[in-house]
Nanobody, 133 residues
């Protein structure tokens, strides 16, 4: 399995950007594809994820209402639409796939563990997003 993230660039605050994550190789419908990001002086953090079979999405609080994840299963591509970008969104964005997602044992609604980087098996190379004023 290989992942390629692209679509990053330099934008101004308030602008929008769409990142793409193209997957090659066999990825089952049970898989989860997630986006993480890492700034220059910050640790890698979870952004959002989508379960390929159901389309269920999981998002970090900072992205809710601004970041939208979607999938095109026919193209094996997952998109991250980022709106109203802020300087704090400056980071390298990575996509990754978890081929055997685990369910959160403490969840009442069958949520999977989507926000832990260690759960993911394959990673793309990252695409840089720079937001300036």
């Amino acid at each position: 399995v290989q992942l390629q993230a692209y679509g990053g660039g330099s934008v101004l605050t308030g602008d929008s950007l769409r990142l793409s994550c193209a997957a090659s190789g066999y990825i089952s419908s049970d898989s989860v594809i997630g986006w993480f990001r890492q700034g220059v002086e910050t640790e890698r953090e979870f952004v959002t994820a989508i379960k390929l079979s159901s389309g269920s999405t999981y998002s970090a609080d900072f992205g809710k209402g601004r970041f939208i994840i979607s999938k095109d299963r026919s193209q094996n591509t997952v998109y991250l639409q980022m709106n109203d970008l802020k300087i704090a969104d400056t980071a390298t964005y990575y996509c990754a796939v978890d081929i055997s997602p685990r369910y959160d044992p403490y969840s009442d609604d069958g949520r999977i563990i989507a926000d832990v980087a260690a759960e993911y098996d394959y990673w793309g190379q990252g695409t840089l997003v720079t937001v300036s004023s």
